[in-house]
């Protein structure tokens, strides 16, 4: 069996994070959100505000499954903005990955979105956010993610010699989980 080696601390998140980020906006249906996971062969799809192209929410495998097929609702009724999570974790890319895990455990999510810190210079000067740094949407970061790469991390750097060992924390809490589901 191999256990990986355990992410060294200081790995920032913008190294492990998933880029591919799917969105869709609060209206579309539960049904299409699927196709779109399919389509796009990944577990979750962050929820945008409609309105203000702003992230609301996450759909993820999980909440398709036990917030429409167990209640046997038509997905085709169902908006996104019912069947997302909410409120949405997120974690700043230039964070550790030891954050991350933190986060993760102590909100009970497996999904975290990934924004940075990005200064809009066209911004209309009348908007209330003048002069303040906009959350921007890069990436997210999955438990699956911290596998993933400490699995494929093949210089010593990237491994921690001082065995923090949040990522097993993080699998074992998934492990139970899914016992318990």
Same mark, same amino acid.
């Given at each position: 069996? /191999?256990?990986?080696?355990p992410?060294?601390?200081?790995?920032?998140?913008?190294?492990?994070?998933? !880029? $591919?980020?799917?969105t =869709? #906006?609060?209206?579309?249906?539960?049904?299409?959100?699927?196709i779109?996971m399919? +389509?796009?062969? =990944?577990?979750?799809i962050? &929820?945008?505000?409609?309105? /203000? #192209?702003i992230?609301?929410?996450i =759909?993820?495998?999980?909440?398709?499954a036990? !917030?429409?097929? &167990?209640?046997?609702?038509n997905?085709?009724?169902?908006?996104?903005?019912?069947?997302?999570?909410?409120?949405?974790?997120?974690v700043?890319?230039?964070?550790?990955s030891?954050d991350?895990?933190?986060l993760?455990l102590? *909100?009970?999510?497996r @999904?975290?979105?990934v924004?940075?810190? +990005?200064?809009?210079?066209n911004?209309?000067?009348n908007?209330?956010?003048?002069d $303040?740094?906009?959350?921007?949407? &890069? #990436?997210?970061?999955?438990?699956?993610?911290?596998?993933?790469?400490?699995?494929?991390?093949?210089?010593?750097s990237?491994k921690?010699?001082?065995?923090? *060992?949040?990522?097993?924390?993080?699998?074992? /809490? /998934?492990?139970?989980?899914?016992? @318990?589901?």
């Open positions: 069996m /191999y256990i990986p080696m992410i060294q601390e200081s790995t920032k998140i913008s190294k492990i994070m998933t !880029k $591919k980020l799917e =869709v #906006g609060s209206s579309s249906s539960a049904q299409e959100v699927a779109r399919r +389509d796009k062969q =990944v577990s979750s962050v &929820v945008m505000d409609d309105r /203000y #192209g992230p609301l929410g =759909v993820t495998e999980r909440d398709l036990r !917030k429409v097929c &167990v209640t046997d609702k997905s085709t009724q169902l908006l996104a903005s019912q069947v997302m999570s909410f409120p949405l974790i997120t700043n890319a230039d964070s550790s030891s991350a895990a933190d993760m102590k *909100n009970k999510v @999904h975290l979105l924004v940075s810190k +990005d200064s809009d210079q911004m209309d000067k908007e209330a956010l003048e $303040k740094d906009l959350i921007k949407p &890069v #990436g997210i970061i999955t438990a699956t993610d911290f596998i993933k790469f400490s699995v494929t991390a093949d210089t010593d990237d921690d010699v001082n065995e923090d *060992n949040k990522t097993e924390k993080i699998l074992e /809490y /998934y492990r139970n989980d899914s016992n @318990h589901s």
